[in-house]
């Protein structure tokens, strides 16, 4: 059984510093889940992901139009790539 119900990603682009000539790429997905904090965290262990999760912040919803939700919004480490989170599928 998925512990997941809906996983989304995005991509962010930070703002070049100074000495830099390109600006950095992040990633920020947010996982619809009704999974417990250490439950959620065991997932992403045991798929190779926690080590490149920077944040992970619980959320909580009550918008009417989709329904109540909950979850955690992960910001990936700037060293993160998109193939690196290809194992979000699996959650």
Known sequence: MSLA?????RRETATA????DHPAVRFRSRVRTNAT?????RRLESLGLLALAETIDRYDTNWHWTGTGQGYEILWRDTATLTDLLPLARL
């Open 37 to 41: 904090p250490g439950r959620f965290k």
């Open 5 to 9: 119900s809906e996983v989304t990603t």
């Open 17 to 20: 510093s100074p000495d830099d």
